[in-house]
């Protein structure tokens, strides 16, 4: 069956195309034709379904390499888990509705550790009950592609060989190390994570900090060759390799030249991103930054990486609506042009994760996931989705006046 989408504004990665239909032929993009009478007729002919854009964005679907949302729908309180298949289920409808069609739902294996209030998601057992779940979706009704991103803590020794194991039963779409020993990365600031301990462990005094501090130089951490490892098994299955909260030169060059790994995430400052992006990596900024006009947590603007090109891919991080919003903010504040914002959040994480033969733009051959914006009260919004091709979600504001 035909499909075709036809008065829209395409977002390609370089322009915006008007006066041009989309078709699609069962789950792909089959081409861009003039959307001129005789062209329309010859698909009637052929009893193709249309889909009027009525003027909005039309755009390839969202792929968020970088999301723990999943985290706070299972767990949404400390004592309350949350059936694992409910939770995803509601949570491809909620992350549909902002435009994601492929979710990298980004997990940390971390340490138990009793100092530190820890999610109970992020145990072993429910790591292995969420990424046997995510596995079933190929073969199961879903409506998102779902795939898991495992943040590997270095210092989670006991959950070395079980990460290895994971990734050998092909259930690792990407993998990232990260390292939040306090004094570096992102909380090289230590008196900001000080404010950060006591709001956890709800503490009046720093004794216990103190403490915790001293430890935390002396624990052990996976060793530069069981990394390496890591990354060797990553390359030969194809999994794409991230770093974290990179801090410095040095660090950028030892997960490069030692770990070949090609993205950076949440580069701590504006020099270690230009630094990243010498040495050929593709660096992830999260848009919530963008909507809080900085970080959270003090460190690089996402805005400012984007205006001096230091930022390739935003992720959603922890608030999946960002990303709709992040990509229309930078064109109206002049930090990039509509269609190089667009390409930060389907083409260029397509490319990072290696699947941009598929996904990530409008052009023949692509799979036809495909969403079409509106502007309702100045803000974007949604009003349809296709997944390979067929309509699986349409929002109708009611006195619309859709732009």
Known sequence: MKKVIYNGKI??????????????EDEFIKELVPGEDGTRKKYQQEQAEFYDAAGGYVMAGFIDTHSDYIEGLVQPRPTSIMDFQVSLCEAEKHLLSHGITMMYHSLSLVKDDEKIERKSIRKKQNVERLVNILKGYEQEAHLIKHRFHARYEIDNIEIYDYLKELMERGFVQELSFMDHTPGQGQYRNIEQYAETFRAWRNLDD??????????????????????????????????????????????????????????????????????????????????????????????????????????????????????????????ERGACT????????????????????????????????????????KLPVLTKCFIDGNAVLQFEYQNSKAV
């Open 11 to 24: 977002v390609l990665p370089d322009k915006v195309l008007e006066g041009y239909d989309i078709v699609v």
């Open 206 to 331: 720093d004794t216990e900090f103190e403490k915790f501090l001293e430890e935390s130089k002396t624990k052990p951490l996976a060793t530069r060759e069981q990394l390496k490892k890591l990354a060797d098994l990553a390359r030969e299955l194809q999994i794409p390799l991230a770093s974290h909260d990179d801090d410095t030169e040095s660090k950028i060059l030892l997960n490069k030249e030692d770990f070949g790994i090609n993205i950076s995430e949440f580069p701590i400052t504006m020099e270690v991103a230009k630094k990243a992006k010498e040495y050929g990596m593709m660096v992830v900024v999260g848009a919530p930054n963008i909507l809080l006009h900085g970080s959270h947590a003090g460190n690089l603007s996402a805005e400012e990486a984007v205006r001096e090109g230091c930022a390739d891919i935003l992720c959603s991080d922890y608030y999946p609506a960002a990303l709709l919003h992040a990509i229309f903010l930078l064109e």
């Open 338 to 377: 509509l269609p190089e914002a667009v390409r930060m959040v389907n083409l260029n994480p397509a490319k990072a994760l290696g699947i941009d033969r598929e996904y990530g733009e409008i052009a023949p051959g692509k799979r036809a996931d495909l969403i079409i914006v509106h502007k309702e009260n």
